[in-house]
């Protein structure tokens, strides 16, 4: 299993720009969450999903926006890229118990 | 849910020595605490938890320990090596989200 995989690594946004941060899982997880992580930060959760079909806002849902059409894939969209946004998003899987997380984009928005 | 404390948020220690992070919640509802450990660059993997109705769990080096009465829980690692040198966030769980702490920088001096 290649466990959970997101796409791009890096990315540098300009200010009204929008962008899709893929987030895909082998493990048929049904649990699936987009978090940010700001430096000195821990991570807040953005939107989760339960299920295909199925999502709910996080703490932090403002600016982005998910889609759960499958099991395996959960991409997070930004329509309007803002300086805030500046983060390293890290998506994540939930089976039982244990979070799996992918190895995160680091997005820079100037 | 919302309000995860962990101190503190640097520690060094030298090779052998035990490192203590602390973390304290809100959320009487709360009823699983796992901890991570992120190295540069990656997601967070998790290392330990504990379910509300344990008050500590081991393994190997590591150990949790949980006060539900005080609602708070601690990391305790001992015989600390430089390979221990990370970021450690604990979180806590109710219902479908996780909290994180804010992270603790551990630095292993060999």
């Known amino acids: 299993n290649a466990g959970v995989t997101q796409t791009p690594k890096f990315r540098i946004l300009k200010i009204g720009q929008s962008m899709t941060l893929q987030c895909t899982q082998d493990m048929n997880h049904n649990y699936m969450y987009w978090y940010r992580q700001d430096p000195g930060m821990g991570l807040k959760l953005i939107y989760y999903?339960?299920?295909?079909?199925?999502?709910d806002k996080g703490e932090v849902p403002n600016g982005y926006n998910v889609s759960r059409s499958t099991t395996e894939d959960f991409p997070l969209r930004l329509e309007l890229a803002a300086p805030s946004q500046t983060s390293v998003y890290f998506c994540a899987s939930h089976f039982g118990s244990e979070q799996f997380f992918g190895p995160g984009t680091r997005l820079t928005v100037l | 849910g919302e309000n995860v404390e962990q101190h503190p948020s640097t520690l060094s220690v030298q090779e052998g020595d035990s490192a203590v992070i602390k973390c304290t919640y809100s959320?009487?509802?709360?009823?699983?605490f796992p901890w991570y450990k992120q190295e540069l660059g990656k997601g967070p993997q998790l290392i330990i938890d504990i379910r509300s109705n344990v008050g500590e769990k081991k393994d190997q080096r590591i150990a949790v320990t949980l006060n539900k009465t005080a609602k708070h829980f601690s990391l305790h690692i001992t015989e600390t090596q430089p390979e221990d040198s990370a970021v450690y966030f604990c979180?806590?769980?109710?219902?479908?989200?996780?909290?994180f702490g804010t992270g603790t920088s551990l630095t292993v001096i060999p």
């Open positions: 979180a806590e769980n109710t219902g479908n989200q996780f909290y």
């Open positions: 999903s339960v299920g295909a079909g199925i999502t």
């Open positions: 959320d009487s509802a709360s009823n699983y």
